[in-house]
């Protein structure tokens, strides 16, 4: 058996992360309305081999089995969203009894399964009926709805929940409306995509507002947020000065709104006419203090100091690593240095790391299993990373990885897979990879094993 190294805080908070739309299926059961998703991975071309998301892997019927699974791994935390459209069907108006229920169930099964349910308000599935009637997310209704729909998500299960998430990466509803990556596919003028940020933003800022006026007593909320870090090529002084500076010039306009309540000024000026129109009001509540700060972590740059003195980005060209998505480079490193920089350059408090994982090309042995010996050795990597950090004494937290069930990767469709668990075409039976029982491994010691 391989020696353990040192372990992680005692307290440390080990999870999987999961997304209501990406595994639930059951599109249109028990008056769910329609997302924006649904619509969009409809339309010929999107989609990866046109896959929609209406069955995806039937967790909507198998969540009882799913949680037995995760507790059967020692998984202790698991995050989840819920769908805005099955709880209200148009998104504003009418609330769908059965869409309550049904999370109702999940999270009584978590409980019984001794997991602890992280709920995120919203994971890219906008009603399709807020899309048609006031253009989506551009539109400056779309934050009120939200926070009516979060309060409302709030009173029905505070007696279940007392960990929020606003929103998963925010930023994302820029490549949506401005770069029609992703539902609903708009390309509209930087102008209006910077506005439908804004709008997120605000919607993150309501989110905090209903858990603190309607969560239970020990309620805590944070967002989850993506930003790109670049790290140091070579750990010297001035390699980690220079990739500081890049890290913060990159990360900025979407981390001071959160952190600092505010748009860094030389951002707004470069916009010029394209800046999101804000008030100071609508800041405040953008910057309102959350409990701890969530950063997604797939990928980084490296940066340093060239031979004139200038921080500089190092290109990353093929063969340099990457996944099985090409936007994914392999910098383990970078879960370090996201959390030491976001620290050194914003102090938020508790920092998580709220998403990591790795898309991995897969077969099955002839014995039906999967090796994804690729996902182990660099999920080994990142967790040294993470080890590292903690053992500094930077205030890092918690570790969700992405995901455990392979399951509807947006605009690939299902055929990346992020998975520490396969399903099985057709049957959609459910079969832990050598990875789930590594990370298996890994909470059971509170160490990289
Ligand atoms: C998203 C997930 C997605 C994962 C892998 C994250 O940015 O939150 O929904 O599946 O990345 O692409």
Not at 9 to 26: K, L, N, R, T
Not at 143 to 158: D, G, I, M, R, W
Not at 208 to 229: D, K, L
Not at 245 to 273: N, Q, T, V
Request: glycine letters at 8%; a negative charge; one cysteine or more.
């Amino acid at each position: 058996m391989i020696a353990a190294t040192t372990p992680f805080p005692a307290d440390f908070i080990w999870g999987v992360a999961a997304s209501a739309p990406q595994i639930e299926g059951a599109h249109d059961a028990d008056g769910k309305g329609p997302s924006i998703w649904d619509v969009y991975c409809r339309v010929p071309g999107a989609v990866a081999n046109g896959d929609t998301l209406d069955t995806s892997i039937d967790h909507y019927h198998r969540y009882d089995a799913d949680f037995r699974l995760m507790r059967e791994l020692g998984i202790r935390n698991y995050r989840l969203s819920i769908s805005w459209p099955r709880i209200m069907p148009d998104g504003e108006g009418p609330i769908n009894q059965r869409g309550i229920d049904f999370y109702r169930r999940i999270l009584e099964s978590l409980h019984r399964n001794g997991i602890r349910p992280w709920v995120n308000f919203y994971h890219g599935d906008l009603p399709q009926s807020l899309e048609e009637k006031y253009g989506g997310w551009p539109s400056r209704r779309i934050p009120e709805f939200f926070s009516s729909y979060c309060e409302l998500v709030v009173k029905t299960y505070a007696d279940l929940v007392d960990r929020w998430i606003t929103i998963n990466e925010p930023g994302s509803i820029y490549a949506n409306y401005g770069l029609a990556i992703g539902a609903p596919g708009r390309r509209e003028s930087p102008r209006i995509a910077h506005q439908a940020l804004h709008h997120a933003l605000l919607a993150h800022g309501h989110a905090v507002a209903a858990v603190r006026a309607h969560g239970r007593t020990g309620s805590q909320v944070g967002v989850v947020h993506n930003p790109t870090f670049t790290i140091p090529a070579i750990e010297t002084s001035e390699n980690i000065e220079a990739a500081r500076k890049l890290s913060h010039r990159d990360i900025a306009p979407l981390m001071d709104p959160f952190l600092k309540g505010c748009y860094p000024s030389w951002w707004l000026d470069e916009l010029k006419e394209n800046a999101p129109q804000c008030t100071e009001s609508e800041m405040k509540i953008i910057g309102a203090q959350c409990d701890w700060f969530g950063l997604n972590i797939y990928s980084g740059m490296y940066g340093c100091v060239n031979e004139a003195g200038v921080p500089e980005k190092v290109s990353m060209p093929p063969p340099y690593p990457r996944s099985d998505v090409s936007w994914q480079c392999l910098v383990p490193d970078a879960l370090y240095w996201a959390v030491r920089f976001t620290h050194e350059l914003y102090s938020p408090g508790d920092i998580h790391i709220s998403e990591n994982g790795l898309a991995c090309k897969q077969q099955f042995t002839p014995a039906g299993e999967v090796h994804d010996v690729d996902r182990i050795q660099y999920l080994r990597h990142c967790l040294r990373s993470v080890q590292r950090v903690t053992a500094e004494g930077y205030p890092m937290k918690a570790y969700f990885h992405w995901t455990m069930f392979d399951n509807y990767e947006w605009i690939d469709g299902y055929s990346k897979k992020f998975g520490l668990v396969a399903i099985r075409d057709g049957s959609l039976e459910r079969v832990p990879k050598l990875s789930a029982k590594f990370y298996q491994r890994v909470i059971a010691a509170n160490a990289v094993v």
